[in-house]
């Protein structure tokens, strides 16, 4: 099952603009991650966010955190055509004595430049 | 350092075959996790290996399993394959528990 979901399923924007994902889960959580994963490869990691963490940022990224929503996002800054890709949350849950991610069902970024 | 690596990266099985897969992790990492992607139901997390022990399973049926090595590497296998099963598969490495996971390129698994 999955934890988090994802919104919006897709977007589409010019580059330049910014772009914004959201993701909600569904139970407490360590921490929660987000990736890229260009047309079915590997998935690129971006930020971990702990739980006593609301707001990261790397480079034109921007994550935040709401644990009493049970909801984070990213934000994408100043977008580029390689930004196009699918994004992905995943939450590692506080009950976990190990790593185990559950991912939502990602967004699906285009730039178009 | 270099990235986890996983091999091969491409696979072709028949219905009924086994199929062994490999990880090697980053230099460092004793956290080997194993993550299935499919079309319909997304990524879905396997198992987990730390020092050679399984420390967390998903749902998936018996015929997968893994193991992990004194060296960190880890291989995961799957039984009597089934259409079903055709999937990219996901190799990750971590240095600890809650901390990011680096994930390989993935073996695109094509069951015939």
């Known amino acids: 099952s999955q934890q988090g979901e994802e919104d919006p399923q897709a977007l589409s924007i010019q580059e330049g603009e910014n772009a914004t994902m959201n993701c909600s889960y569904k139970?407490?959580?360590?921490?929660l991650q987000w990736y890229r994963q260009n047309s079915g490869r590997g998935l690129v990691h971006l930020i971990l966010i702990r739980s006593n963490e609301r707001e990261k940022h790397s480079g034109r990224l921007r994550v935040t955190l709401d644990t009493s929503k049970k909801s984070s996002s990213l934000l994408i800054t100043a977008s580029r055509a390689a930004d196009t890709a699918s994004y992905f949350c995943?939450?590692?849950?506080?009950?976990?004595?190990?790593?185990?991610?559950?991912f939502g069902g990602g967004t699906r970024l285009m730039v178009k430049p | 350092k270099a990235g986890v690596t996983q091999t091969p990266r491409y696979l072709i099985k028949t219905r009924g075959q086994q199929v062994t897969l490999s990880c090697s992790p980053i230099?460092?990492?004793?956290?080997v996790s194993w993550y299935q992607q499919t079309p319909g139901q997304g990524l879905q997390f396997l198992f987990e290996y730390f020092s050679e022990t399984q420390r967390n399973k998903g749902n998936f049926p018996g015929r997968f399993s893994g193991r992990q090595f004194s060296n960190s590497r880890s291989e995961m296998n799957v039984s009597t394959l089934e259409l079903g099963d055709s999937a990219l598969y996901l190799c990750a490495s971590s240095i600890g528990t809650d901390y990011e996971q680096y994930f390989g390129p993935g073996t695109r698994l094509t069951v015939t």
């Open positions: 230099s460092g990492h004793r956290s």
């Open positions: 139970t407490s959580i360590n921490n």
């Open positions: 995943a939450t590692d849950g506080y009950n976990n004595a190990g790593n185990m991610l559950t």
